[in-house]
């Protein structure tokens, strides 16, 4: 009896012991064994035109990972997967490695992606594979391929700084977020809330039911300023060159087109790329990942005179009816600097001088003004300093000074150099997208705008959340006077029998701009070489900025071709185009340009 009492006491003190001592936890760890909770991802917002077409959804995508709980034996598991799904056990043993101290019951990713056969073939043995689970998760689809892509911009995996910095609440290992353009900038509307769900499974970890559901919140969708049509003309026009085209409304501000060429595909860094695919890319001579339009520095050429008739009219040392006769040549000191019309322009006055981007005319202009003047009204004109733009790592130019220099030379400016910074050579650099700006408030009659690359944001349902409006970021330093002088000058440049710009021509469309001819290396004045001999990465860059109609500004547009020689034939056609394009009219028949597109930038091509 003795022995029997003692063994039942044994057992009425451990029975004591875990229910009521370990009763809590052995609870929670019975629960943990049956009941799961797993997080739901949100589908990301959509991207949308400014007129509703979609640019950017979301697939299905379908995961393959392990919950090592469920899975053991683990090798021999691992083993069945790999035979089903064709990929070396290594492989996959070695993600589970990397994942060492992770806990046993979450699930550790093996394949992204998986694919609607490998998906049947697992699902089909499931029973052989404990522990192994499909997770479904919205992946990133960017439905045309390059279009858009340094606006749009693309995911990328979430890395452990991202993570640790704050910046990224909600967000866990192997979530991806936007890394580049829009989708980056509009990071915290897009991503959308994490939800979940409670379930319960069995001894192989396979769902049994579901419990409880906490519905994942969708992103807010994003409506952008571009129009598609236009935007995909702009990248057929440049397809086969480098460079980029940007266009915008002078009025509002909206960008409505920022193309780039070469470009990329986005799906590429969400659906993952190999060493070789990248080192593809970023060894490109033409830098494809470079967003030209915002981050291209170049020298803006005979568009910068625009700035430099200003500081003239401005400054009170030109005047409507000042003239200087260009015998093709300047003398100043020891050196002769060359028109580019080798005959000379004869008597000139400001207009014609920007009809006929005459050298000489500006020449004499910038001496008289100095090199600092003349930066002051540059940085005035919004050039030399960010445009605003709502884009990552937009460049800011360069407007050199004396000042500037003697501390980045330790040599003093020489007064022959100010000849050269007034047609828009030596230091100056500028992004196409600070020319469009200032060829915009030229248009509009002096205000310069900040570029919104968004219309609006909405939720799911349709309700606006953020509805842009245009912002005014400074004035031109120019009074009316002087602007009505500009846009003469720019108006005979393209209308003008002797306009520089006469290729921009369409008829029933009035159409103001400049061209630019942006030399890569200096060459000197007695140099005779034909342009056809010169290496074609030493080959000016071109140049055009127009906006139309003349009278009514509807549209403005920077054209950068690299390498194209001459704005007049190779960047001219595409702003040409482009206007047409947007204005939907044809001179000769007044057929819509966006069904009627026939030019495909044969003459740009033949210049690259």
């Known amino acids: 009896m003795f022995c029997v009492a003692a063994a039942f006491l044994i057992?009425?003190?451990?029975?004591?012991?875990?229910?009521v001592i370990q009763g809590e936890e052995l609870r929670r760890l019975s629960e943990n064994n049956c009941i799961r909770l797993q997080s739901t991802h949100p589908p990301r917002g959509l991207i949308f035109d400014r007129n509703g077409i979609l640019l950017v959804d979301n697939r299905p995508a379908f995961n393959l990972s392990i919950i090592l709980n469920d899975a053991k034996p683990v090798e021999r598991t691992i083993e069945k997967l790999s035979r089903l799904i064709n990929v070396p056990a290594s492989e996959l043993m070695s993600k589970i490695v990397h994942n060492k101290g992770v806990s046993p019951?979450?699930?550790?990713?093996?394949?992204?992606?998986?694919?609607?056969?490998?998906?049947?073939?697992?699902?089909?043995?499931?029973?052989?594979?404990?522990?192994?689970?499909?997770?479904?998760?919205?992946?990133?689809?960017?439905?045309?391929?390059?279009?858009a892509a340094h606006l749009i911009g693309y995911l990328s995996e979430i890395n452990s700084n991202e993570l640790k910095s704050g910046k990224y609440p909600g967000c866990k290992s192997g979530d991806f977020i936007g890394k580049f353009g829009g989708e980056k900038a509009f990071e915290?509307?897009?991503?959308?809330?994490?939800?979940?769900?409670?379930?319960?499974?069995?001894?192989?970890?396979?769902?049994?039911?579901?419990?409880?559901?906490?519905?994942?919140?969708?992103?807010?969708?994003?409506y952008l300023t571009i129009d598609h049509i236009l935007q995909k003309k702009a990248e057929a026009l440049?397809?086969?060159?480098?460079?980029?085209?940007?266009?915008?409304?002078?009025?509002?501000?909206?960008?409505?087109?920022?193309?780039?060429?070469?470009?990329?595909?986005?799906n590429t860094f969400v659906n993952g790329m190999s060493h070789e695919q990248w080192d593809a890319l970023i060894s490109n001579p033409f830098r494809p990942l470079e967003n030209k339009a915002v981050q291209g520095e170049y020298p803006p050429a005979s568009t910068y005179k625009i700035v430099t008739a200003i500081a003239g009219l401005e400054e009170g040392i030109i005047d409507e009816k000042t003239t200087f006769k260009c015998p093709g040549y300047y003398k100043y000191g020891d050196r002769v600097y060359r028109c580019w019309r080798r005959g000379g322009h004869g008597s000139?006055?400001?207009?014609?001088?920007?009809?006929?981007?005459?050298?000489?005319?500006?020449?004499?202009?910038?001496?008289?003004?100095?090199?600092?003047?003349?930066?002051w009204y540059a940085k005035a004109c919004g050039l030399g300093s960010s445009t605003g733009i709502n884009l990552d790592q937009?460049?800011?130019?360069?407007?050199?000074?004396?000042?500037?220099?003697?501390?980045?030379?330790?040599?003093?400016?020489?007064?022959?150099?100010?000849?050269?910074?007034?047609?828009g050579q030596s230091y100056n650099l500028v992004t196409p997208l600070q020319m469009l700006v200032l060829t915009s408030a030229v248009a509009n009659g002096g205000i310069r705008y900040k570029p919104l690359i968004f219309k609006s944001i909405e939720t799911a349902e349709g309700e606006i959340v953020i509805k842009s409006k245009r912002q005014a970021v400074g004035t031109l330093p120019a009074s009316k006077q002087t602007l009505e002088l500009i846009r003469k000058g720019l108006w005979e440049v393209v209308n003008n029998s002797k306009g520089t710009g006469q290729i921009a021509r369409i008829r029933g469309i009035e159409i103001s701009g400049k061209t630019g001819t942006a030399q890569v290396v200096g060459r000197k004045n007695d140099d005779t070489t034909p342009e056809t001999d010169i290496s074609e990465h030493l080959k000016a860059h071109a140049w055009f900025v127009a906006y139309a109609p003349s009278t009514d500004p509807q549209i403005a547009v920077a054209v950068i071709v690299e390498h194209g020689e001459h704005g007049s034939s190779?960047?001219?056609?595409?702003?040409?185009?482009?206007?047409?394009?947007?204005?939907?009219?044809d001179g000769s028949s007044g057929q819509s340009m966006a069904e009627s597109s026939k030019f495909k930038g044969q003459q740009v091509v033949s210049n690259q």
Request: proline letters at 5%; one cysteine or more; a positive charge.
């Open 105 to 147: 019951y979450k699930p550790i990713l093996l394949k992204q992606d998986i694919g609607r056969d490998t998906l049947a073939a697992v699902e089909v043995r499931k029973f052989d594979l404990p522990g192994v689970v499909v997770d479904v998760k919205p992946r990133r689809h960017y439905i045309n391929r390059q279009s």
């Open 11 to 19: 057992l009425f003190v451990r029975l004591f012991y875990l229910q």
């Open 394 to 423: 937009e460049a800011t130019g360069l407007i050199p000074t004396a000042a500037w220099k003697e501390r980045r030379t330790g040599v003093a400016w020489q007064g022959g150099e100010t000849l050269s910074v007034a047609i």
């Open 188 to 222: 915290p509307f897009l991503r959308g809330k994490r939800g979940g769900r409670q379930v319960e499974v069995n001894v192989t970890g396979q769902v049994v039911r579901i419990l409880k559901t906490v519905d994942a919140q969708p992103g807010q969708n994003i």
């Open 238 to 266: 440049l397809e086969g060159v480098a460079g980029a085209v940007v266009a915008m409304n002078p009025v509002t501000g909206h960008i409505l087109a920022l193309a780039n060429s070469p470009s990329f595909d986005q």
């Open 570 to 585: 190779s960047a001219g056609p595409v702003a040409r185009e482009i206007i047409r394009t947007y204005l939907k009219r």
């Open 348 to 375: 000139v006055d400001v207009i014609k001088a920007l009809a006929e981007s005459c050298d000489f005319f500006f020449y004499q202009v910038g001496q008289k003004l100095s090199v600092d003047r003349l930066a």
